[in-house]
């Protein structure tokens, strides 16, 4: 089997890519391409789940599974123990050595002790009628090669998460799921969050949404806090409004080189992320 079947450098994807590379690996690589500023990675492909659960022997098992899941949704306690069965198959099968091999060959490409974040990067169903943003598990932080392995089969196992099987199920999403998993470089930020190139709540092309939190941005992506929220003009990357959100904690990298939540006092909970410098460059970004 060749190497890129399972493995791609993130420079190396192109949107054309997303169904193998899941659509958050293959946006990287677009924006690699047009040169934005993106910490440096790997992708393991959805091949790298499928032939792992068909070599641990519960392929089959986990996609009957799966279709008496979704036709069960309603009675929520059932589900529940579906979920543990089949996140428990999914373990249980674990990563296959060759996948295995070529992860940790990839990861000492980074540098042997690198730390990293491990992002679940979903197959075939993000779409426009569809988003999967925020469900499946992220793992910031992780470092060592036991670490990655078992991040990486913390996200396959995100796949079968109640929130998950729910949501397939209310979009008729009846196939067997598969995911990618994108590895890169941990950026220890003191601030992050999210800009879109569009504005999500009208659609307007004209203008950059940024929100913000203080510390690492999965409090952003998982909607544990209130970020702040600026609009800014894409033709004169001018701030034309800012909200700003109760930012109750943030997520750091602790001593013992784990996420740890730091809690924020009222002022720093609603003190301002982002200036207007640093505004100004990141709508430049999203207005290229």
């Not at 986990?62 to 579906?82: G, K, P, Q, Y």
């Not at 543990?84 to 002790?113: N, T």
């Not at 879109?196 to 929100?211: H, L, M, Y």
Request: hydrophobic share 45%.
């Amino acid at each position: 089997m060749q190497s890129d079947t399972y493995i791609r450098d993130i420079s190396t994807l192109r949107i054309t890519d997303a169904e193998p590379a899941g659509g958050k690996g293959a946006n990287m690589g677009e924006m690699v391409a047009a040169r934005l500023p993106v910490p440096p990675g790997f992708v393991l492909l959805r091949d790298c789940y499928r032939d792992s659960m068909r070599a641990g022997g519960v392929d089959a098992e986990l996609s009957a599974l799966h279709r008496e899941a979704l036709a069960h949704v309603a009675d929520t306690t059932r589900l529940a123990e579906m979920c543990e069965r089949m996140q428990g198959l999914v373990h249980k099968a674990g990563v296959v050595d060759v996948v295995r091999d070529l992860i940790l060959d990839a990861y000492h490409v980074l540098g042997a002790h690198s730390v990293v974040a491990v992002r679940s990067s979903a197959t075939g169903e993000d779409g426009r009628d569809a988003s999967f943003a925020g469900m499946n598990a992220t793992i910031t932080n992780v470092s060592g090669d036991e670490g990655l392995v078992d991040a990486v089969l913390r996200c396959w196992m995100s796949l079968f998460s109640l929130r998950v099987i729910t949501y397939r199920a209310s979009r008729d999403f009846t196939a067997d799921p598969a995911m990618a998993v994108a590895v890169q470089q941990m950026v220890n930020s003191e601030k992050a969050g999210v800009a879109f190139t569009a504005d999500p709540s009208t659609g307007g092309q004209d203008r950059v949404v940024i929100e913000g939190a203080f510390g690492l941005g999965e409090v952003v992506v998982s909607g544990e806090v209130e970020p702040d929220t600026c609009i800014a003009s894409k033709e004169t990357l001018e701030t034309l409004d800012i909200r700003l959100g109760h930012k109750a904690f943030k997520i750091v990298r602790g001593p013992d080189g784990h996420d740890k939540p730091v809690d924020l006092d009222d002022a720093q909970a609603d003190a301002r992320v982002l200036g207007d410098d640093e505004l100004r460059l990141i709508a430049n970004l999203g207005a290229a």
